[in-house]
């Protein structure tokens, strides 16, 4: 049992383990051994892919939360969300399959016909699809993009030039959001396609990364199109990638990784500092578990789905960047995935890509900030019963302060006026309120799941780990709100005083951080 996995019921933990047994299989040294191919971002042949997809498929797990009318597992989205984490930990590529980018939008917005054509096979391991969004010169702004699909007597006629796509080298279709209204508004003016890759007028050419794996760059020289292509409404193209990219933003694949590469840090890596990863991972450990929670209980899904992406993929970077710096001086070359030697650096280099990928980790710090805007967070989750473990209830304390430290900092930091603005308009402001915000629910969060497990290795573990993110958030989001509040939150009869003078007093309770990472390290250094 691996200390950072998530906490599941029965019958979908014994699902877990099927998964598991499946993945070690397909992903044992002799069987991928021969397939490497350091230009396609999973590290394999196309070989490989198809017949490790297939292989997934005929196990269910590919469309696994699917609706059974579509060919799928009709189970939540929680059985997808875990299999993805699994297939990143096992470094298995059925993490991006035609399902995984094309499912979702298929199922949902396509006719009979088009499931039947490119759904169906994709739900075999038999068909791959791309998503082709982004452009050069728009970014994260798909309201700028330049793509045009024209109306005429045959159909439509596309042209212009997809850029970022995921394994544009080996699909069969790309969804392609175009504009089809020039002078409409943005968000109704544009609409989804479905555009077979070997039709005429359509190149893709792979462009390599930092890393050597390709990104593909497909250019549409106008490309003939019939209304069966047209993949939804005319015109509703921006709501259903917002649709589409809400259920993509949710993936634990990034909190595989992470798992991942948590278990293969140097053995030369200092006991407190790899403690202090262990730490960070369980705040993101919490939020995917939390995120699991709202799935199963078929709950909606919103800003949690940002939260989860923006921790884990930063998660990542910090990970990445402490082993590379602990690695001895002959383990910090480059090697490619899949290759004998030390994966540091490679890691290092590809923990760039996940907080760009399915929109910049800044864009959704934006959709996090507005989905708290109007909200009173004053009112805590409640949490389960700590009893008398003096750990845990110090953390809960803790969390009380923080909470209402956050609070008082809506009510009041953010509306007050700087520049002929409000405070809170200013997106620095926006984004340091919203990781006060995150910080204070990783506290609720890793005390909450903390309290629920029995007493053992993985109770102490997550203990320790809720008081070292305890003692560090609570100072930080204490720090914050004295930034937004400006100089007159700093004065002894400001509310904000107790709190701060609290905050210091409580780093000492219950254990400090220098305690509670040594026990963390006891428990995560390799014997």
Not at 34 to 62: C, I, K, M, N, S
Not at 106 to 120: M, V, Y
Not at 194 to 222: C, K, S
Request: a negative charge; hydrophobic letters at 45%.
């Amino acid at each position: 049992m691996r200390l950072t996995e998530l906490w599941l019921d029965t019958e979908f933990d014994r699902w877990r383990e099927e998964v598991r047994a499946f993945l070690r299989a397909e992903m044992a040294p002799g069987n991928v051994s021969g397939h490497t191919d350091p230009g396609d971002l999973t590290g394999l042949d196309r070989d490989f892919e198809r017949r490790h997809h297939q292989a997934a498929a005929r196990r269910g797990f590919v469309a696994v939360s699917l609706p059974v009318a579509d060919g799928g597992g009709g189970r939540s989205r929680a059985y997808k969300h875990v299999y993805d984490l699994e297939a990143a930990y096992h470094g298995a590529p059925s993490v991006d399959t035609g399902v995984t980018l094309c499912g979702f939008v298929l199922s949902r917005f396509g006719t009979d016909p088009q499931r039947a054509r490119w759904l169906a096979p994709m739900v075999t391991g038999d068909t791959l699809g791309a998503i082709a969004y982004s452009e050069a010169g728009a970014g994260n702004n798909l309201a700028a993009i330049a793509t045009t699909a024209t109306r005429d007597a045959g159909g439509w006629v596309l042209s212009g030039t997809k850029s970022h796509v995921t394994g544009a080298h080996k699909a069969e279709v790309a969804v392609v959001l175009a504009v089809t209204d020039p002078g409409g508004p943005p968000r109704s003016s544009m609409t989804m396609f479905l555009v077979p890759l070997d039709a005429p007028g359509v190149q893709v050419v792979r462009r390599p990364t930092l890393n050597g794996w390709t990104l593909g760059e497909i250019t549409f020289t106008q490309v003939r199109l019939d209304d069966h292509c047209v993949l939804g409404e005319t015109g509703r193209g921006w709501s259903q990638v917002m649709a589409a990219v809400a259920a993509e933003r949710g993936s634990l694949a990034y909190y595989g990784w992470a798992e991942c590469w948590l278990g293969r840090l140097p053995v030369t890596m200092s006991g407190p500092e790899r403690a202090r990863l262990h730490a960070s991972a369980s705040r993101v450990r919490a939020f995917s578990q939390r995120l699991i929670d709202l799935e199963l209980a078929d709950a909606p899904v919103g800003y949690e789905a940002s939260v989860v992406k923006v921790t884990a993929t930063e998660l990542l970077q910090d990970i990445a960047r402490a082993a590379a710096a602990a690695a001895p001086p002959d383990e910090r070359g480059w090697t490619a995935m899949f290759e004998e030697g030390p994966p540091y650096v490679y890691d290092a280099l590809e923990a760039i890509h996940p907080t760009l990928s399915v929109g910049a980790n800044e864009t959704h710090r934006d959709m996090i900030a507005a989905a708290l805007a109007d909200r009173d967070l004053s009112a805590a989750p409640p949490l389960p019963d700590v009893g008398d473990d003096p750990v845990l209830a110090a953390c809960a304390t803790m969390a009380a302060d923080a909470r209402q430290v956050l609070a008082l900092t809506a009510q009041h930091a953010l509306s007050r006026p700087l520049y002929a603005k409000r405070v809170g308009e200013f997106q620095a402001a926006a984004h340091r309120f919203v990781d006060m915000a995150v910080a204070v629910e990783a506290m609720e969060l890793t005390t909450g799941q903390a309290a629920l497990v029995p007493a053992g290795p993985p109770r102490d573990y997550l203990a320790s780990a809720a008081k070292v993110t305890a003692n560090e958030n609570l100072l930080d989001v204490v720090a914050g709100a004295h930034q937004l509040h400006g100089a007159d939150g700093y004065y002894r009869d400001h509310p904000l005083a107790p709190y701060a003078r609290r905050a210091w007093a409580a780093q000492a309770q219950a254990g400090t951080t220098a305690e509670h990472l040594d026990r963390l390290a006891r428990l995560t250094t390799p014997p």
